[in-house]
T-cell receptor
């Protein structure tokens, strides 16, 4: 079974802190994604990566950056946390190149609260 | 610019009825289409994937795709209370996977 593991289930950080959210997958997937999920707004794509060291902006990249130094690990970085970044963050991974007919598998989510 | 739109819901159906969920997308070069189910407090899990025009059936679930109309739907037959969840439509264009806001479905016993 595919396993996508996020480093923390719950996280509380202070405004202005630099925050790292880690995601690791164990199935050698090429594609990895970071989403945030907020009530009424659904899942919104922050960044995605289709290969090591490759990254693409999603729909809401402002205030975030990412790192993919190894194929199995995709990190989301909040450069200076703000209260409007309080959210559920979901990591996902999938096989395949462009147009690949493959499903995305999700981690358990990280509930981040910025105070 | 919203790329994937779903009927807003919430949708409420009696047990045993057919639930119909709809989704439209804006990117004509989209290649793959997915329906995910998300229970409250849980992560999304895949129900169906569809890549070609027409219908695809899997048990009580049928996905329908019409690329000319940029429309994808999910029918749930013989709905059960355990089907109560938020259903998310997802569209893949090249590497990017975009989700709709989801439709909350409640199946009443």
């Amino acid at each position: 079974d595919v396993k996508v593991t996020q480093s923390s289930r719950y996280l509380v950080k202070r405004t202005g802190e630099k925050v790292f959210l880690e995601c690791v997958q164990d199935m050698d997937h090429e594609n990895m994604f970071w989403y945030r999920q907020d009530p009424g707004l659904g899942l919104r794509l922050i960044y995605f990566s289709y290969d090591v060291k490759m990254k693409e902006k999603g729909d809401i990249p402002e205030g975030y950056s990412v790192s993919r130094e190894k194929k199995e690990r995709f990190s989301l970085i909040l450069e200076s946390a703000s209260t409007n970044q309080t959210s559920m963050y979901l990591c996902a991974s999938s096989l395949g190149a462009a147009g690949g007919n493959t499903e995305a598998f999700f981690g358990q989510g990280t509930r981040l609260t910025v105070v | 610019q919203k790329e994937v739109e779903q009927n807003s819901g919430p949708l409420s159906v009696p047990e045993g009825a057919i639930a119909s969920l709809n989704c439209t997308y804006s990117d004509r070069v989209s290649q793959s289409f997915f329906w995910y189910r998300q229970y409250s407090g849980k992560s999304p899990e895949l129900i169906m994937s569809i890549y070609s025009n027409g219908d695809k059936e899997d048990g009580r679930f049928t996905a329908q795709l019409n690329k000319a109309s940029q429309y994808v739907s999910l029918l749930i037959r013989d709905s059960q209370p355990s089907d109560s969840a938020t259903y998310l439509c997802a569209v893949r264009s090249n590497y990017k996977l975009t989700f709709g806001k989801g439709t909350l479905l409640t199946v009443n016993p």
